[in-house]
Every structure is written in structure tokens, then in C-alpha cells.
């Protein structure tokens, strides 16, 4: 049987040795074989959990306990649908890698249950007292309930401590957070430190506890499956983002930005998990070129880590940063190298205070990464095998980055009076309501670019006017995006047309933006085709109003550029040949939203779940909502409805999502509309591909009829913002085989819509 999985440790591979030696039996000699058997594992080198559990609860920060309860049960979730009993589940059997990842090991009891089977007995109690089931000290039975046990077990010594008998969860909770305060490798304020807490630890230390004692009841089938253990442990930290929003409110933890890599596609990527926070020190390898880079660094929890060498040899030459010293730029070259295309061959870096190298002998084109306004170096991530090919950087969220050079994966462009912030390139304008205006205007907006993604074939392709309105897009594909052509004003207000980038291949589609419409994101995909390496085979593209694609089949790695804040795209550059190899985008101020019009009354809101599969959208703007249907079970499955555009047309869209569970229909009344939407959105336990699921769905009408739950409410709850004097006409969603999203369009009622 293969067993593979990031939280079971690594069979490396085995030796077997047979040999032929002389004993001596009843008096004679004669030849007996001696078998020698050698099982190989992967070493780990911050040993068992067990060093790290006391009397008093784990030694070790929260965050890091979290994540190794969550590891275990990940990996005795894998061993159980697999019908193996671990049988010896302690913190002696949990070993912890360089990033303190728990891998369960040592399956000398191990039991393999045949298909069909649910328990066995045995006659032979062996084992570790104290994290031995009942069931099984008692009458020898031997389930799937009786690893439950031993993690309950594992997770209340971790919680708890040892000694836990008579503490209360209360007091649980109030020693955790004394130990947060109190340790100064959190490095934070002590009202950020209790705001951490209340709105994270607290929710996830208490779920701990729940899961530690349902998984120690007596009864056997009382107990949870691992699957039922995972949901609660995904419905937490739904919980907890529904709250905090995608990240924790670690004021403590600066927002972390990645800029590159520079250099070339060779060797493998090379990256760090845990977010960084403070840079300690940097060692390089050179001669000609740069072998090999490694670094030092702290997460924004305290945690130091230690990573590389990325590349041939360790390094030499070690750069220890003091103590209010920090790293504020990044220089070097790439080019070839004996039979390589393109690796990096020089670096220098500069602090606050002084700068280090160069290291390598600087042959190739340049490139230079430099932050502003306090902004700082706090890691890298890049490309390597015998050399270090790429290089990029991570930098705090206030830094603004003055990029020279073109990043892996594309061509930068030029555009004249244009500097590099950001890791994009920008320039000052201004005009109302974040039009351009002329070159004499006092500028008021930041016009910005980034990208691009994709692949580095084909050449350059960019616009020799700075772009203030996207006007229309025409998208030429079919498995790809062949090409792309787009028209937008400039500062001058003329419109100009950009392209075709690209080929001739490939079904034409266009879409012109409205009045008070702009682009508000892009997301796609880049893979291979016809042997290119890297192209774009899908996009689409959303604005405030809907969304419109997907444009190509979309297989390859996604990609996502969405625009923070009060910014919109204006326009665009890339690479193209054939196909269109890469695509970047310019960004300028969002416009002021113009009073009037029908399509200032729908706005497009949500969604609310997980954004990580398809996009499903409508094609008209939706006037008046006629009936929807659900097909839902434990889950949402999937959604359908029919509504009518502006001008009475009818349009059915859907199903969007799987074919599984039981369908409803909802007729709506000729003067009947839908005015709340509710629900609920848990990960997604059994598929780890898919982000989110939403879970169930309630609708209310404007009669007082309520419709649902459909589903099952478990999760984050929401509910889509209606005024009383709107309604709900329309729906948009993410998913394949469910409902991973759900948005709304909301439409304000007003003399001439109210009909």
C-alpha cells in the first residue's frame, strides 16, 4: 500500500541482506541464513512532540499547537479512510520538521482493517498507558474510535497540560492568554495581543477543548470521526474570518507584499510558509555567479526560521543585520552561464546604513529593487537547482518599491514619465472624478502598472499613451486567449484602439463598458499549448456592475489582479506572438459614480463563500427576479433562476454547480420580490482543492414567506445587505460540482423600476 501525505512520516526506502553463516547445532556445524532487515525514514530534526509537553499546557506558542492539532488530525484522517488503525498515537509518535509540521510515525502495532470491516479483537493489549481506549484495555476491540481516543488525549495534554484534571476551561483560557502577554517574541502591544486573542485563539483554544473531550467519552460511538473533527475545525476558522476578515488583525504583523522573481525559469521554485516579518541575516555563495543564497528571519508570531542555501554550495559569506539595521535594497544581473540561459550572476544589497557585495562577477542585465517611504526587505523567495536562477522579494505592506528590470515571466514596457512604486509602475495625474485631465493639470490620482503574468514568449507589447478610461475589450480565443485588443482614452480624452496582441485564431466576443461601469479585476490562467511553455488560456474580467467570461478552456495555474481600494483598470501591456503570452494591467482612481440612469440602482454585491472555482454570471443586467431553484443536501449543490432584463425580456440561467441533492422551486408572485438572503459557509472538509462550500441558503420575500433553510447550517453565517426600499433580482456564483459562492444584485426601487 502507498502511503503519502504531509502529515505521515516519509518511507524513504529499506535494505534487506540475506547471508549464509556457520552455526553450531547438536554438536555439528551447518549453514544457516541470517536475515537482516533495515526500515529507512525521513529525519526530522525537532523530534517528537513529546519534548515539548509538561505538566502546564504545551510550551509552545499557540499558533504553532493549532497547527500541529490540525496536522495530526489531517494525517489520521489520511490513515483512517485508508482502514488503518495507528494503534500507538502519542506525542513520542508525532515528529516535527524545520517548520514544526507534525508527521506521525512508528506503525509497529498498526492494524489494517479489511474492506467491510468496522473492528477486531485482540487478546494482546499493547500500547501506552493513558492514551489507550477503554474499549480496548477492557475487551481487547480494536476501531477506528480507539486512535480517537489517543489523539483526545494528545490534544488535552496540549491544551491543558499533564496535571489537568481539576482546570476549567476558564482557567484554560486565561493562562493562555498570561503566556501571550507575558512572552516577548510576539512582539506586540498588549491591547493587539488581547485583541489576537478574543477574535482568534480564544475561538480556536475552545474548540480544541470541545474536540479533546468528545474524542475521550467512554462510548465508543460517542465519539467523532476524524472527518466530523475536521469540519469543526474548519467551521472555527470560518468562523473566525467571518469576523476578522481574511487575515487576523495582528496590528503586530505587517501586511506582506511579493515582488519578481528576477532572473530565470530554471531549477525549482523555492519559497518560504510562514509570513516574515523581521530580516536577521543573508548568506551568499559567488564566484562567477551567485551558487547559492540562504536566509534568517522572524514571523510576525516571534518564530525564527532559518532557509536555504537555494542552490550549489552553502555560502560563505554571511550578512548579519544589526539590531536597527535593515535591508532596503535589492541589486544585481542574471544572464547565461555556460550552457544555462539565464541565472543570476551578481547581487548587492544596501540597508539603512550601509550596502554588502558585490557578490559575483555582474556579467548580464542589470535589474534593482529599491524601496521607499520606510518601506523594507524582510525575505526572498526565488528559482534554483545547481545555481540561484530567480530572485524575488517580500517587503512590508508600506513599501513602496522602485523596480528596474524585467521580472520572470514578462516584459515590463516602457511608458514615458513613468516610475517604478509600489512593484508597479505609476505616475501622477489629475483631472475630476479621476479623469486624466491635460499634462499642465496639478495631479490628484496615482496611475499605476502592474504585471505582468504569464510566460516570457513573444514580444513586448504596451500603449505610448498613459490610459485614463477603458472603453471596450475584444477577446479572440478558443482552448487560449489568442489575442486581445482594447480601446481607451487618454489624457486628451481621445480614444485610441491598442492591438490585436496576439493571432488570428480563436472566436471573437467584445464587450463595451457602460457610462458608470470599469474594470474592477482580472483572473485567469497560464499553461502550455502546441508547445509553448507558457500562454494565457483563460481570462475574465469584472467590473462593478457583472462580469464577463470566461474567455478559454482555462487549464494551467491560476491567476487573480484585483484592484484594492478606490482604483479601476484603464488599460493594459503583455507580450504576444501567436497567442498572447502575458498580460499586465494599468491601473488609475476609480470615477466618482454619476447621478440618474438605471444602471446606478443595481449594484452587484458579494460574494460570500469561497472564490476559488469557476465563475458563473449573467449576461443582462437583471430587472426583476420571476423564480429560483435549489438543489441542496448536507450542502448547497447547485442554483438556477429566471428573471427579466430592462427591457421585460426573460433570461433562464443555470444550473450553476454539481447535480447532486434534492431541487425546490421558488414561484414568485407578479408583485412578490425576494428581500433577504441568509446562509451559512464552511471549508470544504472532503475536497482540500476547494476553498469554501456554502452550506445553506434562506430566502425571504416580500409577503413575509420565508424559503429554507436549504441545506444544512453549519459554518459562517451571512446575510446580503438589502436597504428596505431595494430588492434582490439577481445572482452570481463560483463553483463546479457546488456552490462554493453566492452574490446578489441588488436593485434600489425607485417610480420607474417598481413596476
Request: with cysteine; charged share 20%; hydrophobic share 30%.
Amino acid at each position: 500500500m502507498n502511503i503519502r501525505h504531509h502529515n505521515i512520516v516519509l518511507f524513504v526506502g529499506y535494505c534487506a541482506e540475506t547471508q549464509e553463516v556457520v552455526v553450531r547445532q547438536e554438536g555439528k556445524h551447518i549453514f544457516a541464513e541470517k536475515r537482516e532487515r533495515l526500515l529507512c525514514f525521513e529525519y526530522l530534526h525537532n523530534g517528537s512532540l513529546h519534548k515539548h509537553l509538561t505538566a502546564e499546557p504545551c510550551g509552545l506558542p499557540w499558533h504553532i499547537c493549532y497547527q500541529i492539532i490540525k496536522g495530526i488530525c489531517l494525517g489520521l484522517h489520511y490513515l483512517h479512510d485508508k482502514n488503518i488503525i495507528h494503534l500507538d498515537l502519542k506525542p513520542d509518535n508525532i515528529l516535527l520538521d524545520d517548520d514544526m509540521v507534525p508527521k506521525i510515525t512508528d506503525f509497529g502495532l498498526s492494524r489494517l482493517l479489511g474492506n467491510g470491516k468496522s473492528h477486531t479483537i485482540t487478546q494482546t493489549r499493547i500500547g501506552t498507558w493513558g492514551y489507550m481506549a477503554p474499549e480496548y484495555l477492557d475487551d481487547g476491540v480494536i476501531t477506528m474510535k480507539t486512535d480517537i481516543y489517543s489523539l483526545g488525549v494528545i490534544i488535552r495534554h496540549m491544551v491543558k497540560g499533564r496535571n489537568s484534571a481539576d482546570t476549567t476551561d476558564e482557567e484554560v483560557l486565561a493562562n493562555w492568554l498570561i503566556r501571550l502577554e507575558k512572552d516577548p517574541s510576539q512582539m506586540m502591544r498588549q491591547q493587539t495581543t488581547r485583541l489576537l486573542f478574543e477574535t482568534e485563539y480564544k475561538e480556536q483554544i475552545k474548540a480544541c477543548m470541545d474536540i479533546s473531550w468528545r474524542c475521550t467519552l467512554r462510548k465508543p460511538m460517542d465519539r467523532p470521526t476524524t472527518q466530523h473533527i475536521l469540519l469543526t475545525l474548519e467551521e472555527t476558522e470560518a468562523k473566525i474570518k467571518s469576523v476578522v476578515g481574511p487575515t487576523p488583525p495582528n496590528a503586530g504583523q505587517l501586511q506582506i507584499a511579493k515582488f519578481g522573481p528576477w532572473g530565470g525559469d530554471g531549477g525549482k521554485t523555492r519559497d518560504i510558509r510562514m509570513t516574515p516579518c523581521h530580516l536577521h541575516s543573508v548568506t551568499i555563495s559567488s564566484g562567477t555567479i551567485i551558487d547559492s543564497i540562504g536566509f534568517s528571519f522572524t514571523d510576525h508570531y516571534g518564530q525564527h526560521h532559518t532557509t536555504g542555501p537555494w542552490g550549489g554550495k552553502e555560502g560563505t559569506n554571511k550578512i548579519e543585520l544589526g539590531p536597527s539595521e535593515f535591508l532596503t535594497g535589492v541589486s544585481g544581473t542574471s544572464g547565461p552561464f555556460k550552457n544555462l540561459t539565464n541565472v543570476v550572476t551578481s547581487l548587492t544589497f544596501v540597508t539603512n546604513t550601509r550596502s554588502y557585495g558585490p557578490f559575483g562577477k555582474g556579467r548580464g542585465t542589470p535589474f534593482h529593487i529599491q524601496t521607499q517611504n520606510n518601506g523594507r526587505i524582510v525575505g526572498f523567495f526565488g528559482r534554483s537547482g545547481q545555481y540561484l536562477y530567480a530572485i524575488g522579494v517580500y517587503t512590508n505592506q508600506d513599501a513602496r518599491v522602485a523596480r528596474i528590470g524585467r521580472p520572470l515571466g514578462g516584459d515590463e514596457g516602457v511608458l514615458h514619465g513613468i516610475t517604478d512604486l509600489s512593484g508597479q509602475q505609476r505616475s501622477r495625474g489629475g483631472g475630476p472624478s479621476g479623469e486624466c485631465g491635460d499634462s499642465d493639470d496639478e495631479p490628484n490620482g496615482d496611475f499605476a502598472k502592474f504585471g505582468p503574468w504569464g510566460g516570457d514568449g513573444g514580444q513586448p507589447q504596451d500603449i505610448g499613451t498613459l490610459p485614463c478610461r477603458l472603453d471596450r475589450i475584444k477577446i479572440s480565443s478558443g482552448l487560449i486567449i489568442d489575442s486581445i485588443e482594447f480601446s481607451y482614452a487618454g489624457p486628451d480624452s481621445q480614444y485610441r484602439t491598442a492591438g490585436p496582441w496576439g493571432g488570428h485564431g480563436g472566436d471573437n466576443s467584445s464587450f463595451q463598458l457602460a457610462g458608470s461601469e470599469f474594470l474592477t479585476g482580472v483572473s485567469g490562467s497560464i499553461g502550455t499549448f502546441n508547445g509553448h511553455a507558457n500562454v494565457i488560456t483563460s481570462l475574465t474580467f469584472v467590473t462593478n456592475a457583472r462580469s464577463y467570461g470566461p474567455f478559454g478552456r482555462g487549464r494551467g495555474t491560476s491567476f487573480h489582479i484585483p484592484v484594492q481600494g478606490n482604483g479601476c483598470i484603464v488599460g493594459f501591456f503583455g507580450r504576444s506572438g501567436r497567442y498572447l503570452n502575458a498580460i499586465g494591467v494599468y491601473t488609475a482612481p476609480k470615477p466618482e459614480p454619476k447621478a440618474g440612469g438605471d444602471e446606478a440602482v443595481v449594484a452587484r454585491i458579494g460574494p460570500w463563500g469561497g472564490v476559488g472555482n469557476a465563475l458563473h454570471d449573467i449576461a443582462e443586467r437583471p430587472h426583476r427576479l420571476h423564480r429560483v431553484t435549489i438543489f441542496s443536501g448536507t450542502i448547497v449543490n447547485s442554483l438556477e433562476y429566471l428573471y427579466s432584463d430592462g427591457d421585460g425580456q426573460q433570461h433562464t440561467t443555470g444550473p450553476w454547480g454539481g447535480c447532486g441533492g434534492t431541487g425546490r422551486k421558488i414561484h414568485l408572485a407578479p408583485e412578490e420580490f425576494i428581500v433577504e438572503v441568509t446562509g451559512t459557509f464552511h471549508p470544504c472538509a472532503w475536497d482540500r482543492t476547494i476553498p469554501s462550500v456554502v452550506s445553506s441558503l434562506t430566502l425571504v420575500t416580500s409577503t413575509g414567506k420565508t424559503h429554507g433553510p436549504f441545506g444544512t447550517q453549519l459554518g459562517a453565517a451571512f446575510q446580503v445587505p438589502v436597504q428596505s426600499d431595494s430588492r434582490i433580482v439577481g445572482f452570481f456564483a463560483h463553483g463546479d460540482n457546488y456552490i462554493e459562492a453566492i452574490g446578489a444584485y441588488v436593485k434600489k426601487l425607485t417610480e420607474s423600476s417598481n413596476r
